[in-house]
């Protein structure tokens, strides 16, 4: 696999030629299982192939139970220089639950040691776990805080059908997330972060000045990027691609010197959404000259119509030009944005 990767690397390099890589990032599945020589293989096929920015910021997702602090020391000493790390909780009985096969020891201890040896440090925190009050909310926050972390991306539990945690719901062992609760947990995760000098620059991830995530950053500003492996994503600003999501029909594709993908043109109204979804979920906003310069007339005339009952409500706000979120309407921003899609025009 590893090596059908990297030749998909070589394969793809005309798509970036003229583009300059500023963020390289290893996610999407458990990629700290793999060994640093491995990594290097990777890295080597990027930087043969690709124009890569001397201060391009690297990026390994990684499981708490896999940072031991050899693996650590290695990566330190490596192109690697960020961690993103799934916390998700620091209590036994959460992790438990979310069936994460970690427990709240490691989680601690793989912070202990990843601080040591890194500067750049995300972690992941759910929130709007059922049964969870907001005391102990606030406890996993104060946690998080007292590692000394620059960026924390957190995310409203979301049940997925045929996982086990749907199934203990099912079954009436566990209570379904409420709206209400996590509503609650996002409006003290915001305080508290807030209050710590973090700034909210997305929806769901909160970073200090010069700490915020450049391969998330790129998505929502719209900005090209190549997905490499089975199940990736890509996106040149005009269309979308995806990878098979089948292992062995991926790796005989590559064998074969064929890319495994499909493509996706996007119309005019597929952009215009797009923008729309993610503007307004980062500090950056949404900005109605780009609208009608990019989308047209139409576009915009569609979007005034729409403005006023959440600007009424307090949820939205317009100043210079630019369209965001208020305090009072950030929870409900993806609501609010696919209210404002433009869902009738095709061009």
């Known amino acids: ?7 998909e690397l070589k394969m793809r390099k005309k798509e970036l030629s003229d583009y300059i890589v500023e963020t390289i990032y290893f996610g999407g599945g458990t990629p700290s299982i793999l060994t640093l020589t491995e990594i290097n293989l990777l890295l080597d096929a990027i930087y043969e192939n690709y124009q890569v920015s001397e201060k391009a910021e690297i990026t390994l997702e ?9 693996r650590i020391i290695a990566w330190s000493k490596s192109k690697i220089n960020r961690l993103s790390i799934g ?7 959460d992790l438990q639950m979310m069936n994460r096969t970690h427990d709240a020891v490691a989680a601690k201890k793989s ?8 500067d750049n440090i995300s972690l992941d925190l759910i929130y709007g776990i059922p049964g ?5 909310w606030q406890q996993n926050i104060e946690t998080a805080l007292s590692f000394g972390i620059s960026h924390i991306s957190s995310y409203a539990l979301t049940v997925e059908p045929k996982t086990a945690l749907f199934k203990l719901i099912q079954n009436g062992i566990i209570a379904k997330p409420n709206d209400e609760s996590a509503q609650e947990h996002f409006l003290i995760l915001t305080d508290m972060l807030e209050a710590h000098d973090f700034i909210h620059y997305e929806l769901s991830n909160f970073g200090k000045e010069d700490y915020f995530s450049k391969n998330n950053s790129a998505y929502w500003l719209g900005k090209k990027y190549l997905g490499v492996g089975p199940s990736a994503h890509s ?16 790796l005989k594709s590559i064998a074969d010197n064929q890319l495994p993908n499909e493509t996706e043109i996007l119309s005019v109204t597929d952009r215009y959404n797009e923008y729309i979804m993610t503007g ?3 500090i950056w906003g949404v900005s109605l000259e780009k609208i009608e310069t990019e989308f047209g007339v139409n576009y915009l005339d569609y979007l005034n119509q729409q403005l006023p009952k959440f600007l009424d ?8 030009n630019i369209l965001r979120t208020t305090t009072k309407g950030k929870f409900l921003t993806d609501g609010i944005a696919s209210d404002l899609f433009y869902l009738n025009l095709k061009v």
Do not use: C, H, I
């Open 1 to 7: 696999m590893v090596l059908a990767l990297a030749q």
């Open 111 to 118: 912070l202990e040691l990843a601080t040591q040896y890194f």
């Open 313 to 320: 409500d307090g949820l939205l706000s317009v100043e210079n």
């Open 280 to 282: 307004l979920r980062t």
């Open 235 to 250: 996106y040149d600003g005009v269309s979308r691609s995806w990878n098979v999501s089948n292992n062995p029909k991926y």
């Open 62 to 70: 990684a499981n708490p139970d896999d940072l031991s602090e050899s």
């Open 132 to 136: 969870m009050s907001n005391e102990k």
């Open 87 to 93: 916390v998700q909780s620091f209590f036994d009985d």
